[in-house]
């Protein structure tokens, strides 16, 4: 009884620290990662050199000021000009202006304001008739692919678990398709634990897109 005891503490306390644990370990990553842009700076201009000391987190900082800024200069005439001149560089170089654009046009996508990618959680048919699992709305077939689908098609795609950075891209048919009433962070947090943290269930009290 007492060993049940002692296990169930020992399950209870590690469910606690592993969570945390990894967190930390994540956070640590990303800073020691952006602190490493300061290496950047000239040598009497670090903060080792100014203050004797290094800051932890002074990278990241720098990082979000260096974001900003590049965003403030990119909202005017002047910086979107400069942007082209950027781009019209990279474009010259084969290899670079492959990966460039390429992630160009997905961060262009996931992150525009207009766009409707990873805005809805969908559930699906995968990998056979009858098995299913959460996938997300990334928009409409393009391109000659479009042309020869025949009928109302949307794009999906499926993340794998635990790791949703993977996955894969499907083209199915719109009424095959069911809008789930969740966001996407749930619907991630659902695919991350492999269904152990499920959403709470809500009734659905809006019609849904995919169907309208």
Do not use: C
């Not at 005891?5 to 020992?10: H, P, R």
């Not at 492959?98 to 990618?117: C, E, R, W």
């Not at 991350?192 to 849904?208: C, F, H, K, Y």
């Amino acid at each position: 009884m007492k060993e049940d005891l002692v296990k169930k503490y020992f399950i209870t306390g590690l469910l606690i620290w592993i969570p945390l644990t990894i967190t930390f370990m994540v956070l640590a990553w990303i800073i020691n990662t952006l602190d490493q842009i300061l290496l950047w700076l000239p040598r009497n201009a670090q903060p080792q050199a100014v203050l004797g000391f290094n800051i932890p987190g002074a990278g990241v900082v720098m990082s979000l000021l260096i974001v900003l800024l590049t965003g403030l200069i990119a909202a005017n005439v002047l910086g979107q000009k400069l942007v082209q001149i950027w781009e019209s560089l990279l474009a010259r170089i084969p290899v670079v202006k492959s990966i460039y654009y390429s992630v160009k046009q997905v961060s262009d996508t996931l992150f525009s304001s207009s766009g409707q990618a990873f805005r809805k959680a969908l559930l699906v048919q995968y990998p056979r008739e009858g098995a299913w699992t959460i996938a997300f709305l990334t928009g409409k077939p393009g391109g000659d692919a479009a042309r020869h689908l025949q009928g109302d098609y949307v794009s999906v795609y499926v993340p794998t678990t635990p790791n949703p950075t993977s996955g894969f891209f499907l083209m199915m048919p719109r009424k095959d398709v069911i809008e789930l009433d969740m966001s996407v962070d749930e619907a991630l947090k659902y695919i991350i634990s492999m269904g152990v943290v499920a959403p709470p269930a809500r009734r659905l009290e809006r019609p849904a897109l995919l169907n309208q």
